[in-house]
T-cell receptor, first 116, second 115 residues
Framework: ETGVTQTPRHLVMGMTNKKSLKCEQHLGHNAMYWYKQSAKKPLELMFV???????ENNSVPSRFSPECPNSSHLFLHLHTLQPEDSALYLCASSQVEASGYQETQYFGPGTRLLVL | AQSVAQPEDQVNVAEGNPLTVKCTYSVSGNPYLFWYVQYPNRGLQFLLKYITGDNLVKGSYGFEAEFNKSQTSFHLKKPSALVSDSALYFCAVRDKGGSARQLTFGSGTQLTVLP
């Protein structure tokens, strides 16, 4: 195990549902990430939190809403999703130095999301 | 801008034979380079990285990668493949001096090791 856990591992939801994905890292890192992995496509970085502050939002639709209450926990709140949002959602963490140097990212097992 | 290419979607190799998974990159400065592996229904696992120093980097599970600056490549290699090496492999790059502060991943190469 990498020290990054994600729950739930599988999720099926309708387009009108609201659900949340949870990520927890036990590595003492100060940065956390959400990625979307769709079949036959490169990993898409969605959000980045450094020191609990959101530093990047790569043009992600507002139906995805991240929350980072502390450096160990990261949530992705989902509402009114579309079928094309079905994918594997991966969480990662790393240590980022004040200079901006970023150590290796460590990934959780992912949440497999199916939107009906 | 930084980018990475994995030119092969699929690589097949017989067990016991050497394997190579190719990766080329593009950055404006010097690169940080990474290889990750993903087994079915799992997240990405870190294999190895190049930051600076020796061009040949050794990583987990007997894998190694060679940084070639002139060819802008960072191919992943293993002298003798195992069936258990069958997985999806991702190369990633970050430009040390660029404005992008995050990793860019390739589209992945599915490695199948045949018994």
């Amino acid at each position: 195990e990498t020290g990054v856990t994600q729950t739930p591992r599988h999720l099926v939801m309708g387009m009108t549902n609201k659900k949340s994905l949870k990520c927890e890292q036990h590595l003492g890192h100060n940065a956390m990430y959400w990625y979307k992995q769709s079949a036959k496509k490169p990993l898409e970085l969605m959000f980045v939190y450094n020191f609990k502050e959101q530093t990047e939002n790569n043009s992600v639709p507002s139906r995805f809403s991240p929350e980072c209450p502390n450096s160990s926990h990261l949530f992705l709140h989902l509402h009114t999703l579309q079928p094309e949002d079905s994918a594997l959602y991966l969480c990662a963490s790393s240590q980022v130095e004040a200079s901006g140097y970023q150590e290796t990212q460590y990934f959780g097992p992912g949440t497999r999301l199916l939107v009906l | 801008a930084q980018s990475v290419a994995q030119p092969e979607d699929q690589v097949n190799v017989a067990e016991g034979n050497p394997l190579t998974v190719k990766c080329t990159y593009s950055v404006s400065g010097n690169p940080y380079l990474f290889w990750y592996v993903q087994y079915p229904n799992r997240g990405l696992q870190f294999l190895l990285k190049y930051i600076t120093g020796d061009n040949l980097v050794k990583g987990s599970y007997g894998f190694e990668a060679e940084f070639n600056k002139s060819q802008t490549s960072f191919h992943l290699k293993k002298p003798s493949a195992l069936v258990s090496d069958s997985a999806l492999y991702f190369c990633a790059v970050r430009d040390k001096g660029g404005s992008a502060r995050q990793l860019t991943f390739g589209s992945g190469t599915q490695l199948t090791v045949l018994p």
